[in-house]
């Protein structure tokens, strides 16, 4: 059965962009017709997009690859070649978008946030576009753009309304079992739950004419200490608390030998550890709206439990017989209610957006001068360098731009080798 998947690659490839067409117009009784090649189409671009219909990254792991449309050539007559088709990829909702080094590309919160994954190439112009009064008829065209291409990582942070912190085997899966139709593995030993768990919580009558109120809660799989550290994949269960509206903070009222790692502990030391583990991690998790609520409530006789005020308690509850259900779910709603008029959901980091560097950069690794910069790559990138009309166009251009000044700025000397993506000359003043 598949499993939930909160880390994967994913590798973006846009479309290429089509090639401009050398073409000249061919008519009966039309002399000296003149060039009348189209534009090539534009690659498609590659679109991350959350979205709530998927609640996994599962879907990456199979199938990482994602391309977006080719665009068509262009042909006589000026007609242009078709654009690529858009790619847009769904993702969960609190979807991390990082480079392979480990840059936040983008944070993509709610349904609808769209992040430009790789952009499709440029379509290459057609002959007709090179006509001059010095060059009547330019046998040349532009080749297509590559799309870009690369790797990233994805990184799953659930969006919750009430995040469970507990210890394992708390009782968190049962209580959300209860509350929820979600129906995450329940059984009497440590760790039976190895991966979170997403259920809507309904609060209120259902009818035709009003919704219920409701929220949706996170059941984490058990920390253990040293959690923050990444003992016990605590880092892995902790992120998925970041952007949780409330923390309900679950204490094992039964604390017996046989329990696992609450073992022997009185609630008040496991709310102590809980919320250590919390600060080291993410000191702001603390200022979050809390609950403390002792679970387990049938297990211990009434005379043998620790009263609320011992260990900061709220109230508490036994998802197995109800006791204290309702009321739990009520004290939830209120306090999901105004933490939503207060603010969005946390957000961890902001959406970043890193637009393509425009200009010219010039570097010396070696003995070459190595120019750099989006416009003077593609100048050389989609001409053909053997054609010597399209030669001279490239160079009119990389002076347009301003790869001459730059070289000078940084200090070129006549006759230093310059290499621009796949073309190499020696550099000359005023050229």
């Known amino acids: 059965m598949p499993g939930f998947v909160d880390e994967a690659q994913v590798h973006v490839k846009a479309g290429n962009g089509g090639a401009g067409a050398v073409s000249f117009r061919r008519e009966a009784y039309v002399s000296k017709g003149g060039p009348d090649g189209g534009d090539g189409g534009p690659g498609g671009n590659v679109f991350l997009e959350a979205s709530n219909q998927v609640v996994s990254l599962l879907g990456f792991e199979e199938h990482p690859f994602r391309r977006g449309g080719d665009g068509t050539h262009g042909s006589g007559k000026r007609r242009h070649g078709r654009g690529g088709a858009d790619l847009v990829v769904p993702v969960p909702e609190g979807t991390l978008v990082h480079s392979l080094e480990g840059d936040l590309l983008a944070d993509l919160v709610a349904t609808g946030d769209r992040f430009l994954a790789a952009e499709g190439g440029r379509g290459g112009r057609g002959n007709a576009r090179f006509l001059t009064n010095r060059l009547r008829a330019p046998a040349f065209a532009e080749q297509g753009e590559l799309g870009e291409e690369r790797w990233l990582n994805l990184e799953l942070e659930l969006m919750a309304d009430v995040a469970l912190v507990g210890f394992p085997n708390a009782g968190k899966s049962t209580l959300v079992a209860r509350v929820s139709a979600a129906r995450p593995k329940v059984a009497d030993y440590p760790f039976t739950t190895l991966e979170p768990h997403l259920g809507v919580v309904y609060v209120g009558a259902r009818s035709a004419t009003t919704a219920p109120s409701q929220f949706v809660i996170a059941d984490i799989p058990g920390l253990v200490e040293g959690a923050a550290d990444g003992y016990g994949l605590g880092h892995r269960f902790l992120r998925h608390v970041e952007r949780a509206r409330v923390l309900l903070i679950?204490?094992?009222?039964?604390?017996?030998?046989?329990?696992?790692?609450?073992?022997?502990?009185?609630?008040?030391?496991?709310?102590?550890?809980?919320?250590?583990?919390?600060?080291r991690y993410r000191p702001e998790?603390?200022?979050?709206?809390?609950?403390?609520?002792?679970?387990?409530?049938?297990?211990?006789?009434?005379?043998?439990?620790?009263?609320?005020?011992?260990?900061?308690?709220?109230?508490?509850?036994?998802?197995?017989?109800?006791?204290?259900?309702?009321?739990?779910?009520?004290?939830?709603?209120?306090?999901?209610?105004?933490?939503?008029?207060?603010?969005?959901?946390?957000?961890?980091?902001?959406?970043?957006?890193?637009?393509?560097?425009?200009?010219?950069?010039?570097?010396?690794?070696?003995?070459?001068?190595?120019?750099?910069?989006?416009?003077?790559?593609?100048?050389?990138?989609?001409?053909?360098?053997?054609?010597?009309?399209?030669?001279?166009?490239?160079?009119?251009?990389?002076?347009?731009?301003?790869?001459?000044?730059?070289?000078?700025?940084?200090?070129?000397?006549?006759?230093?080798?310059?290499?621009?993506?796949?073309?190499?000359?020696?550099?000359?003043?005023?050229?």
């Open 250 to 279: 679950l204490v094992d009222l039964a604390h017996l030998e046989d329990f696992g790692p609450s073992e022997g502990r009185q609630p008040a030391e496991q709310v102590r550890a809980l919320l250590h583990e919390l600060e």
């Open 285 to 431: 998790l603390l200022d979050r709206p809390r609950l403390v609520v002792g679970s387990r409530l049938d297990v211990r006789p009434e005379g043998e439990r620790p009263p609320l005020e011992s260990y900061g308690g709220d109230l508490e509850i036994s998802a197995v017989t109800g006791a204290g259900l309702s009321e739990l779910v009520g004290r939830c709603m209120e306090i999901v209610a105004t933490a939503r008029l207060a603010s969005p959901a946390p957000r961890t980091s902001p959406v970043i957006h890193r637009p393509a560097p425009e200009g010219v950069a010039v570097d010396r690794p070696g003995n070459v001068w190595v120019v750099s910069g989006r416009e003077a790559l593609r100048a050389v990138a989609v001409s053909d360098l053997n054609d010597p009309d399209a030669l001279a166009h490239v160079q009119r251009r990389l002076k347009r731009i301003g790869v001459d000044r730059a070289l000078a700025k940084a200090g070129a000397k006549e006759g230093d080798p310059v290499q621009i993506g796949r073309m190499e000359f020696s550099y000359e003043p005023n050229w």
